[in-house]
């Protein structure tokens, strides 16, 4: 998959093909079911995987029609058999990219080369900074007065391949956790539309982990205006 860019990976006439990751909730999933429903985004997602069977993003993505597969990573030798099983039924779907969208596994070094270029990941946290986990408590704990979300290429490294765009919130002096989430979650859904839409209306393209825009590599992140728009 890694040798094709994105943009040349369907036909000009072709809905981009996704295959989206997901553990937890889907709220970012459905924000993508949305913006295809309403012909914003011209995408097709073709399954939704996850690691976690009784999650309620498998459950949104059966009420939109949508294929989905789950295993527990616990029925599985190691994390290089789970991932070999994930990425084998992925392949034979043929996507033309693969969103990371609130999966919370680790993904084997040796699953991220075979696809890299392909694979984005949306985290919460304006990145290089606080990447992993508990990233708003993380925030709050460091006195940050900005705090935000970024889409990025899936390298080997943890939340550590290219930034493709981010959108910022400001931190309040009284922010719960909570309050802070939130805040960040309103701005992950458009962000997240945001790039995708990009890559399927072949203005975003990646050959390996280099990115371009519009035919110009990309040398600094986008971000998401106050109208929800991606900017340079």
């Keep these: 998959m890694a040798d094709r860019d994105i943009g040349s ?9 996704i295959v989206v990751l997901a553990s937890g909730n889907g709220s970012n999933l459905q924000a993508l079911i949305d913006a295809i429903v309403d012909k914003t985004l011209p995408a097709q997602i073709v399954a939704v995987c996850s690691d976690r069977p009784g999650c309620l993003a498998l459950q949104r993505a059966q009420q939109a029609g949508i294929a989905t597969w789950a295993q527990r990573p616990r029925e599985f030798a190691d994390r290089a058999a789970f991932d070999a099983a994930l ?9 033309a990219l693969i969103v990371c969208a609130g999966y919370m596994r680790v993904i084997s070094a040796n699953a991220v080369q075979r696809h890299a270029g392909r694979m984005i990941n949306l985290h919460p946290s304006l990145l ?6 508990h990233t708003h408590a993380r925030a709050l704990a460091a006195g940050d007065r900005e705090h935000g979300a970024s889409v990025h290429l899936v390298t080997a490294e943890l939340d550590a391949g290219p930034i493709i765009a981010q959108a910022r919130v400001p931190v309040h002096a009284n922010d719960s956790e909570d309050a802070l989430s939130n805040r960040v979650r309103t701005r992950e859904h458009p962000l997240l539309v945001g790039v995708v839409a990009l890559f399927a209306n ?11 825009l519009d035919g110009q590599p990309l040398t600094a992140p986008l971000h998401l205006d106050d109208h929800d728009q991606i900017q340079p």
């Design 9 to 17: 990976s369907a036909g000009n006439d072709s809905a981009l093909r």
């Design 87 to 95: 990425f084998a039924h992925i392949d034979a779907l043929q996507p």
């Design 128 to 133: 290089p900074r606080h990447p992993g986990l």
């Design 202 to 212: 072949r203005r975003l393209r990646t050959h390996g982990n280099a990115i371009a």
